[in-house]
């Protein structure tokens, strides 16, 4: 079972723009990581967020949550064609280890 | 420092046939996962495993999907006999095991595509 929903399913922008792709979620989680899947490399683990952090950067995404909202969201700004791929949030309830991966953002970035 | 790696890449079988597919994690990395990915959709944990001990195997269809992990390195995940909904790409992701709060990166393989025709 999917516990993230992503939001869009698919989006399409001209490079330089910014990207932002959102991901809710069902129940109580201890942390919400963000992936990127593409043909080349396969899934690529970007960054994580703890449930009692509102906010991380890392180089060009900046990932936020909101617990009581059960979302999160993922920007990345000044988008380049590289950036093109689909992004996967994945959450862990605390104490099972276990990472539930939503059904994705397909993010297209045109040159 | 290698990756994960799995074989093969992509697998064409006919139904009822049996397919196995091999995993080689990072060195040192105790902690294995088996993922199954349908098309358009995010991964599924299929079986987690700590060091030997498949330590969560609730998602395995035990029926006709068998995994070992013998001396707690590599591991092979198995189907038998196979069907045309188990068409899908199988995943294989390690991490170290060393984080105590679930917030251990996984670091995933490329992958093998199955097919059943």
């Known amino acids: 079972s999917q516990q993230g929903e992503e939001d869009p399913q698919a989006l399409s922008i001209q490079e330089g723009e910014n990207a932002t792709m959102n991901c809710s979620y069902k129940?109580?989680?201890?942390?919400l990581q963000w992936y990127r899947q593409n043909s080349g490399r396969g899934l690529v683990h970007l960054i994580l967020?703890?449930?009692?952090?509102r906010e991380k950067h890392s180089g060009r995404l900046r990932v936020t949550l909101d617990t009581s909202k059960k979302s999160s969201s993922l920007l990345i700004t000044a988008s380049r064609a590289a950036d093109t791929a689909s992004y996967f949030c994945a959450t862990e309830t605390s104490g099972t280890y276990k990472y539930i991966f939503g059904t994705g953002t397909r993010l297209k970035v045109l040159a | 420092e290698a990756g994960v790696v799995q074989s093969p890449r992509y697998k064409i079988i006919e139904k009822k046939q049996p397919v196995a597919f091999w995993c080689n994690p990072i060195?040192?990395?105790?902690?294995l996962y088996w993922y199954r990915q349908n098309l358009g959709q995010g991964p599924e944990l299929l079986i987690r495993?700590?060091?030997?001990?498949?330590?969560?195997d609730s998602q395995l269809p035990k029926d006709r999907f068998s995994a070992e992990r013998l001396k707690g390195v590599d591991s092979t995940l198995k189907i038998q006999p196979a069907e045309l909904g188990d068409s899908a790409v199988y995943l294989c992701?390690?991490?170290?095991?060393?984080?105590?709060?679930?917030?251990?990166?996984?670091?995933f393989g490329p992958g093998t595509r199955l097919t059943v025709l």
């Open positions: 129940t109580s989680i201890n942390n």
């Open positions: 992701a390690s991490s170290s095991g060393l984080a105590t709060d679930g917030t251990d990166t996984q670091y």
């Open positions: 495993y700590e060091n030997e001990e498949a330590v969560d």
């Open positions: 967020i703890r449930s009692n952090e």
């Open positions: 060195s040192g990395h105790n902690t």
